[in-house]
């Protein structure tokens, strides 16, 4: 009767949490992100997720409406909360006593009848539950922070993916302008030509940047489908949702962070360096105990009870002749004559000092990360502003004077083609850069706070070359 009472107890501690382990996750989200994240559990708050995402589709989406969004409708992410309902089902069930084994046996035979009852406890598993219980519930806190990292990362590549959507839609928007220009001094050069007034090299130039455009504008059009399909898809958005607004241009540089004690920032904020820490700790109780179990791996208690009973005379019509009963307990438990629990020990001491030595590795890989973040993010905002400043007014002043030197006869068709490539081409250029210093802050922010590494890393040095080979080729 003791030892039932003292599994009822032991059970009793094991209970379930009201939000199903979302209260570190959303506090996280909240401090972090300044956004709600919440797991749909019920028609009813599937019904408020939606109407709220149709409210914030209502308006032009900016970066961070995006991202509140994708962290309501994300199908992915509601999966990765459910991940985290099982793990704390596990936790509940690994903190609950081991259950008891009846066993129950009836033998007949001629004259004689004879009963036995066993019940059978795991004494060791009772004797180690409180550790296996902290161990249970440190696994579901770093299983919290997973999913919290989860959270980060959905956030981080939406806002990517709204970066790159608006730039790609921007250069659309400026290459579709450029056409219709190049369109009408296509036509212009052609009734030109019919009046003997330009050449045929002449008109051959201008049908042929105006073909080039066209060949740009269409494979910026494709690059644009991409990008708002990304978007879309991180959003969780389908049907009529799809047709939703984006602005015409990315949003103006805003003031360059300083560098300060960001890596000291990161090393206390990085969630992917606190569930190593926790992974360590874990490691370390687990072998504290595996040490302590090293001698006894197995120990059982059990309970018999046996009734014997014989009869005299014809069977099942004779007289009882002599009953007999016997209560007992028997100890089970395995004795280690091989290695008296020193591979399993020596692997765990192993297993904990891979973890430790990975840690130093990751707080080592961390700060540097950091340092490659914000040098990207400065780098990437100095180039931003170089074309913003320099390059696009120099483009403006140029193209102005060439056209009135060609309108006074001083130059000819083929430098104001030059000039008008090099200037579509710098315009493009300044879009990608203004884009890439706004995926580099995304990029310093998960740095700093952890939910993954870019996946558009080196993007920046492709546009910039990408720039340099239009200019340059004409």
Not at 250 to 268: D, H, N, T
Not at 366 to 378: D, H
Request: glycine letters at 8%.
């Amino acid at each position: 009767m003791i030892a039932a009472a003292a599994i009822s107890s032991l059970a009793g501690c094991a209970n379930f949490s009201p939000d199903g382990g979302m209260f570190t996750v959303q506090a996280i989200s909240s401090d972090v992100l300044a956004k709600d994240v919440t797991r749909i559990s019920t028609e009813d708050e599937a019904r408020a997720a939606r109407e709220r995402v149709r409210t914030l589709l209502s308006q032009t989406l900016d970066a961070e409406t995006s991202v509140q969004i994708a962290l309501l409708n994300n199908s992915g992410l509601q999966a990765a909360f459910a991940e985290l309902g099982a793990m704390e089902a596990q936790k509940v069930s690994d903190s609950l006593p081991p259950s008891p084994t009846l066993s129950l046996a009836r033998l007949v035979t001629s004259g004689e009848l004879e009963i036995e009852r066993q019940v059978l406890v795991n004494v060791l598993g009772l004797l180690t539950l409180p550790r296996r219980r902290e161990l249970a519930e440190g696994r579901f806190e770093q299983a919290q922070l997973e999913a919290a990292e989860t959270v980060l990362r959905l956030a981080a590549d939406t806002r990517r993916a709204y970066h790159r959507a608006v730039a790609s839609a921007q250069a659309v928007a400026f290459l579709d302008e450029a056409k219709r220009t190049a369109e009408t001094s296509s036509e212009l050069a052609k009734k030109l030509g019919e009046t003997g007034a330009l050449n045929k090299i002449g008109q051959a130039r201008e049908h042929a940047f105006y073909a080039e455009l066209g060949a740009q504008l269409a494979s910026a059009r494709l690059r644009n489908a991409s990008d708002r399909e990304r978007l879309t898809r991180l959003m969780g958005l389908w049907g009529g949702d799809i047709n939703y607004r984006l602005p015409g241009k990315l949003k103006p540089l805003p003031s360059v962070r300083s560098a300060g004690e960001i890596e000291a920032e990161a090393a206390s904020k990085r969630i992917d360096l606190e569930i190593a820490r926790m992974d360590l700790d874990l490691l370390a109780k687990s072998y504290g105990l595996t040490h302590a179990t090293r001698l006894v791996n197995v120990l059982e208690l059990r309970g018999m009870s046996k009734f014997e009973r014989t009869y005299e005379g014809a069977a099942g019509g004779g007289i009882d002749k002599d009953k007999a009963k016997w209560r007992g307990i028997e100890v089970e438990f395995q004795i280690p004559l091989y290695d008296f629990g020193k591979a399993r020990t020596r692997e765990a001491e192993e297993r904990y000092m891979q973890a430790a030595h990975r840690l130093a590795e990751k707080a080592v890989n961390v700060r540097s990360e950091v340092r490659q973040a914000y040098t990207s993010y400065r780098g990437t905002y100095d180039i931003a502003v170089h074309y913003q400043n320099e390059v696009l007014p120099l483009r403006k002043i140029i193209s102005e004077e060439t056209l009135l030197h060609y309108n006074g006869m001083l130059f000819d068709l083929s430098q104001i083609l030059i000039d008008a490539r090099e200037r579509i081409a710098s315009n493009i250029a300044a879009i990608e850069a203004k884009r890439d210093f706004w995926l580099a802050a995304t990029d310093l922010h998960v740095a700093v706070v952890g939910g993954g590494v870019s996946d558009g890393a080196g993007e920046s040095s492709r546009a910039v070359a990408s720039a340099a080979g239009s200019g340059g080729g004409h």
